[in-house]
C-alpha cells in the first residue's frame, strides 16, 4: 500500500485566506467535532458517553464502540451548525494522542478518511497542547495570555506544569509522579460512595463545607513535580478509620471532608505555582483541561491575581473538558504554519507534550 503526502500551501499567502478547520476529537469518552474560521469557532458539538457511569469509570472498549456511532452524526451536526459545506474545509485536524488508543483509533481513521477523500491536508494535535492552546480561541470574555507564560494542566491524566514560550515551543517544568489530580478527585469522591464522576460532586459539597475541619498531608516532592497516590491513601485509611468508630461519619460530615480534601488538593497545586513564578520570574499563569472547572482552583487563581498580582487566564467552561475546539485552534496554527502530515501516521497512547 501507498500513502502520498502533499504539501500545497505557500505559507506568505495564508494570512489572507480564510480558513477553515473541521477539528476532531476522541482521546477518551467525549465524541467531539468542530468547525472554526481562522480563530473564530462556529460550532463545537460534543456527544458524552453516560454509559461509563455504571462502572465507576471509563471502560475502553464501551468508549471506543461509543464512538463509532456517534463520529458521523456529530460530524454532521457540527457542519450544519456553522453552516458550512465539507466542499468548503481548508484542512482536518484531528488528537493523535496521548488518550485511549481504541478511542483515539476511532477519531484517527475517521480523520485520515475525511481528509483523503475530500482531497484536503491532515493535521495531527497533542491533546494536551490543546489544552494550553485553547485560550487562543477568539471569544468575547476570553483574552489570550501573552507569551511566555506558565500554563497548568489538570485533567484526570495528567498533572503538569509548563513554561510556553510561543505556540509551539513548551517545556515542562514539573509533572505528577505517579496519579493526576483529577484521578485524586475521582478517587477521593468514590471512596466517599459518590457517583462517577466524582470531582464534580466533591466540588459541589466543598462549597458548603469546612476546609479545615479535617487534616490530610500533602506529599513531599522535589522541584515542580507533583505526587497524588499518597494523599488517596491516606484519605482511604482516615475514612476506614473514622466510619469503623461511626458508620455514619460520612453521611454526617460529607461536606466538610469534601471541602478539607478539595482545600488540600487546591494547596499542593498553589504551592508549586507560587514555586514556578519564583523560579522563572514569570507571572501570567493559565489553566487548562478537565479539572480546571473546579470553583475552589479557580477561586484561588483569583485570589492569587488581587495577593501576589499575577494576570490569570481562566477558560471558559466549555473548554475546560474534553472539546474540538481546542484541537481546531491547534490545527489552525500549524495550518498557517504549513505543519502538515501524511496518511501514513498513527495515534499514540503516550504522547509527550514536547516530542
Given at each position: ?15 489572507k ?10 482521546s ?35 468508549a471506543?464502540?461509543a464512538?463509532q ?10 457542519l ?16 493523535r ?14 480523520a ?5 477523500a ?20 477568539k ?9 511566555p507564560?506558565?500554563a497548568?494542566t489538570?485533567?484526570?491524566?495528567h ?12 517545556e ?13 478527585f475521582?478517587?477521593?469522591a ?25 487534616e490530610?498531608?500533602?506529599p ?17 485509611y ?32 498553589m ?5 514556578a513564578?519564583?523560579?522563572t520570574?514569570i ?36 473548554f475546560?473538558?474534553?472539546n474540538?475546539?481546542m ?15 501524511g ?13
Amino acid at each position: 500500500m501507498f500513502y502520498l503526502c502533499i504539501s500545497i500551501f505557500i505559507p506568505n499567502t495564508l494570512e489572507k485566506e480564510t480558513i477553515y478547520i473541521l477539528a476532531i476529537e476522541s482521546s477518551c469518552d467525549d465524541t467531539s467535532v468542530a468547525v472554526l474560521q481562522n480563530d473564530t469557532m462556529l460550532s463545537n458539538v460534543v456527544a458524552s458517553q453516560k454509559i461509563h457511569e455504571e462502572y465507576g469509570g471509563v471502560v475502553p472498549e464501551l468508549a471506543s464502540r461509543a464512538h463509532q456511532q456517534n463520529i458521523v452524526p456529530v460530524t454532521t451536526q457540527a457542519l450544519a451548525r456553522a453552516n458550512i459545506d465539507k466542499k468548503q474545509l481548508s484542512a482536518i485536524a484531528f488528537t493523535r494522542g496521548p488518550g485511549l488508543m481504541g478511542s483515539l483509533l476511532v477519531g484517527t481513521s475517521f480523520a485520515k478518511s475525511l481528509a483523503l477523500a475530500l482531497d484536503i491536508p491532515l493535521i495531527e494535535v497533542n491533546h494536551m497542547q490543546a489544552h494550553i492552546l485553547a485560550h487562543f480561541i477568539k471569544t468575547e470574555n476570553m483574552a489570550p495570555p501573552a507569551f511566555p507564560f506558565i500554563a497548568l494542566t489538570i485533567s484526570g491524566g495528567h498533572t503538569q506544569i509548563v513554561k510556553v514560550n510561543d505556540y509551539f515551543e513548551m517545556e515542562i517544568l514539573g509533572q505528577t509522579l505517579d496519579d493526576a489530580v483529577g484521578e485524586a478527585f475521582d478517587k477521593s469522591a468514590k471512596i466517599l460512595g459518590l457517583p462517577y464522576p466524582g470531582g464534580p460532586l466533591i466540588d459541589k459539597y466543598a462549597a458548603k463545607g469546612n476546609p479545615n475541619a479535617f487534616e490530610f498531608p500533602k506529599p513531599k516532592v522535589k522541584d515542580l513535580n507533583f505526587s497524588f497516590s499518597g494523599l488517596k491513601t491516606s484519605i482511604l485509611y482516615f475514612i476506614q478509620k473514622q466510619t469503623a468508630q461511626n458508620p455514619n461519619f460520612i453521611q454526617e460530615n460529607l461536606e466538610d471532608i469534601c471541602a478539607s480534601i478539595q482545600y488540600t488538593i487546591i494547596n499542593i497545586l498553589m504551592s508549586k505555582l507560587k514555586k514556578a513564578v519564583k523560579s522563572t520570574g514569570i507571572n501570567r499563569i493559565a489553566i487548562g483541561g478537565g479539572v480546571s472547572a473546579n470553583s475552589g482552583i479557580r477561586s484561588a487563581l483569583k485570589d492569587a491575581e488581587n495577593e501576589l498580582g499575577w494576570t490569570t487566564y481562566i477558560p471558559n467552561f466549555e473548554f475546560c473538558t474534553d472539546n474540538a475546539g481546542m484541537i481546531g485552534i491547534v490545527g489552525y496554527y500549524k495550518f498557517k504554519s504549513n505543519q502538515f502530515t501524511g496518511q501514513e501516521i498513527s495515534a499514540k497512547a503516550r504522547y509527550n507534550l514536547t516530542s
